[in-house]
């Protein structure tokens, strides 16, 4: 198996820019790869939740502070997109996601993108990573996975390994974040740390964890 290293730039801090239909996602999807990069690596991360009101706005904002509290910079921004129907109002969440590009400088923009796999069975899910891979075409986007009733897991093509106490560190935060959720019958420590135990059993992990990525484009050497 062959392991590359993240692109740490070396002369300013990482930038990685977090993209999330929906409160708690961002946190279930990229939360250890995020805590593992942070306590490498000085990382400016913007994080931009899709869909969110009153308490879970209040959740997602709760998520991000803890989740970024390592973070060299951080920017936060809610946008209060219907939740389920978003594919209805395409046009308006592709001009949101126009918008984020461009913040940043021209001929620049983040190193790292995480986002919805956009096979994703949510649709909400699947439409915010497609537009995300239209926006950031120079870009290397990992599309997270977040595991859920209708199911439709698959076998990531990327890899982060984490260490055993950086996934129980994220499920902690996790749950702590959120607990409007909890009374999902899906919303619960052994989902969490299953799935991560599972990608750590696919990458041979030292750490026995890790979190799992689709790329559509990687290229080596340039």
Aim: net charge negative.
């Amino acid at each position: 198996m062959i392991s590359f290293p993240f692109p740490v730039p070396v002369d300013r801090p990482l930038e990685a820019l977090c993209l999330g239909a929906h409160a708690d996602d961002i946190e279930i999807g990229c939360g250890g790869t995020l805590l593992t990069l942070l306590g490498m690596v000085p990382v400016r991360v913007r994080w931009v939740v899709f869909s969110g009101e009153g308490k879970r706005a209040d959740e997602a904002a709760r998520g991000a502070e803890r989740f970024l509290g390592a973070a060299a910079e951080s920017t936060v921004q809610m946008h209060d997109f219907p939740d389920g129907y978003m594919p209805a109002i395409r046009a308006e969440l592709k001009d949101a996601v126009k918008a984020i590009a461009a913040g940043y400088e021209r001929g620049s923009g983040p190193d790292l993108v995480f986002t919805h796999d956009e096979a994703d069975l949510h649709q909400d899910h699947a439409l915010l990573g497609a537009l995300t891979r239209e926006t950031f075409r120079d870009h290397l986007v990992l599309g997270y996975e977040i595991p859920k009733v209708d199911g439709g897991l698959r076998s990531p093509n990327v890899y982060v390994p984490l260490e055993d106490s950086t996934a129980h560190e994220k499920v902690g935060l996790l749950l702590g974040a959120f607990p409007s959720q909890r009374s999902k019958h899906w919303f619960d420590p052994e989902t969490f740390l299953g799935l991560m135990r599972l990608r750590g059993v696919e990458c041979a992990s030292p750490g026995r964890y890790a979190e799992g990525f689709h790329a559509r484009k990687v290229v080596l050497g340039g």
